[in-house]
């Protein structure tokens, strides 16, 4: 229903964001009943990570049966789908689901505020009006705002530059000089891709990654059947699930066993992939395997030992960039065309994109200031009927994240139905439930690879607290969030 005399539009809930965590958000809304609801997306076009991720090479990193939604199967063409297959599965699910009309483009959420008069959120746009919903689901994505750190000179450069998350295609890369920053997931897809369209491509890597061969391979057209078949499709699902998930184990309980059977695989690989030892060594990290986000390739090595590509390690690092490119820290002038970022997100302190205002005006800035945390990774004391998907500690770096997306549904979906059943407006976590929860997160994390690998990484927030992981198994989050408890919760 729309109040258009108060030029507000009341809904009983709003999504903010249209990528999986959105998709995820809106079936499960209407699981519950509730058809009134709207999906806020910034962008001029849905389907958040994959649609926004056109940069060449992008593609999933897991198994795409699995890395896909649990109620929407799918006849992958590929094992681990590219970027335009995933574009695609988005259409097939927002058509499918009938989201298209659920969704408002170029609607950038600013700032969202709890009113307690009327038990209901206040969320104003730029440019769009503003919104009012009694339950507030935040989809805006982990690895959603990308960050470019400031290099001294910057924005002299008289090139193009962009990040990987908004890459130009229109760019011609034919013989243009290029450099790319960065050495994480991204930049080990984009590299590979680019390097024989370019005339030179500099390589900028702070610290090395540990890299494992990519089990791709293209399904037959029988295998495409099979997949269309949904019990098969389960099948194949579980067991891809239970072959990831034996890593924790590696990850938390036993970085010896991490070592004999991921350390040695990844570096038999730098050793079948490169012959030069100089090489070699630049590319070897001196962290324990896991501590990072493992990068799975198998032509990102054989692109670094290309004649036209040159790896610039960190004591070889940018002391700046200029008009012309970049000077090396050993006093070296690249001249070049384009500077692609690929220098990441800020997945921890940055997580919300937009201002929270809960109960008292209280801000989930200030509630963060230490450092991000919620009940579940999804709701915090103070802030009603406020859902955070992909929220602190619920990232996931041996599985698919739509497994941990899908769980907090389970929650979402729980807590939503406490307030219908009991007839009343809201829902609030307790500070004492969040607490301890969140006491629970960061003891068990003490026994991981992600705070005692060795390593500075993305996960950690500026604290040095690891916040985009879980300290687990996927499976107890999914038990966690199924087990709805009234007593942590307070119902109004
Ligand atoms: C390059 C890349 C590769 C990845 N590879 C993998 C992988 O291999 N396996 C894996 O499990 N995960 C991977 N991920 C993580 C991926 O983000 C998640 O798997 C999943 O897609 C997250 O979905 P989401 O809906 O939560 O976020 P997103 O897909 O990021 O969607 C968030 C949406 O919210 C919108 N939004 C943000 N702020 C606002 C605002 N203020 N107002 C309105 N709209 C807003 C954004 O525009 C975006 O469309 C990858 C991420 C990236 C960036």
Redesign the pocket.
Known sequence: MTDQSASVQRHTAII???????QAAAVNLRRLGIEDFLM????AWP???????SYPG?A???HSPL?SLSFEPYPWTQMFAGQQELVEYTNHVLTKHQLHEKIRLN????EVVWDAGESCWRIQTDGQGAFQAQFLIN???????PVIPAFKGRDSFKGRSFH??AWDNGYDLKDKRVAVIGSG??AAQVIPAIAPEVKTLAVFQRTPHWVMPRADRVFSTFERTLLGIKWFYKILRIAIYWSLEWRVIGFKYSTTLLNIIGGRAAVKHIENQIADPALRAAVTPNYIIGCKRVILSNTLYPTLARPNVRLHTKDDGIAEINERGIRTLKGEQLDLDLIVYSTG?DATDGAI??PVKGVGGVSIRDQWREYPRAYLGTCLPGFPNFFV??GPNTG?GHT???FI?ESQMEYIRRAIAAVQSAKARSIEVTAEAENDYTTMIHREMQKTVWQTGGCHSWYQSKSGHVIAMFPGFSFSFRRMAKAFKPSHHIIH
């Open positions: 903010i964001g249209s990528g999986f965590g959105g806020l997306e910034r962008r389907g958040g990570t994959w649609s926004q991720n992008a999933v990193d897991v890395y609607t950038n959420v600013t989809a805006s994505g982990p690895l959603s705002t990987t998350n997931a991204s997100y994109s937009y998907v992909t996931i698919s994240a739509l997306i």
